[in-house]
């Protein structure tokens, strides 16, 4: 089983949609937990850090549910702008990210 | 504030040859990540340095891979010699301390081509 797992998609939505991507870890010791996000042939970048309480920011908000070990990310009102990949990213410990293949997001006019 | 720098942005080289890539951090981040991201995968930790250090590198094929971080600053990964599979965008990044819930930046990368 992967330490990360992700719906590599890609997921085709119309602007304006609400569109949900989820993502499962294996270890149950994993102490922090990110969205990455990354274009085309870019570097990945800090989407959101995801927090067991749950986190928004503007259109995005994150989920944590340690006892299924899964994350979710939600984006509301999409915008052909967010097209990108979406990376779910667990810390390990020991400081070790480890990295989902990315969920693809493709948002059409 | 300046970003992870890495050169060069593009290498083609041919099979069993050799290849180095530079990578500067962020000025004050004392930990450094070499990543290898194969296309259609997400990225995958090589090697982290803490300072001078090296924390962990239990993911580097140390039979061609090599790397460095001399005075704790810049650091550079070497393959000797490459192989087809090598073919990747290796990806430096760095973080302030390497803490639990540190940020971790990204430099752009370097597309390596083995043909």
């Known amino acids: 089983r992967k330490e990360v797992e992700q719906d590599p998609g890609p997921f085709n939505v119309p602007e304006g949609a609400t569109v949900a991507f989820n993502c499962t870890y294996s270890?149950?010791?994993?102490?922090?937990f990110f969205w990455y996000r990354q274009d085309c042939r870019k570097e990945p970048k800090l989407l959101m850090s995801?927090?067991?309480s749950g986190n928004e920011d503007g259109r995005f908000t994150a989920q944590l549910n340690r006892a299924s070990q899964y994350i979710s990310l939600l984006i509301r009102d999409s915008k052909l702008s967010d097209s990108a990949t979406y990376l779910c990213v667990v810390n390990t410990g020991f400081q070790k990210l480890v990295f989902g293949t990315g969920t693809r997001l493709l948002v059409s006019p | 504030e300046a970003g992870v720098a890495q050169s060069p942005r593009y290498k083609i080289i041919e099979k069993r040859q050799s290849v180095a890539f530079w990578c500067n951090p962020i000025s004050g981040h004392a930990t450094l990540y070499w990543y290898q991201q194969i296309l259609g995968q997400g990225p995958k930790l090589l090697i982290q340095f803490q300072n001078n250090g090296v924390v962990d590198d239990s993911q580097l094929p140390k039979d061609r891979f090599s790397a460095e971080r001399l005075k704790g600053v810049d650091s550079t990964l070497k393959i000797q010699p490459a192989k087809l599979e090598d073919s990747a965008v290796y990806l430096c990044?760095?973080?302030?301390?390497?803490?639990?819930?540190?940020?971790?930046?990204f430099g752009p990368g370097t597309r390596l081509t083995v043909l």
């Open positions: 995801v927090y067991s």
């Open positions: 990044a760095s973080s302030f301390s390497g803490g639990v819930g540190d940020t971790q930046y």
């Open positions: 270890n149950s010791a994993s102490q922090s």
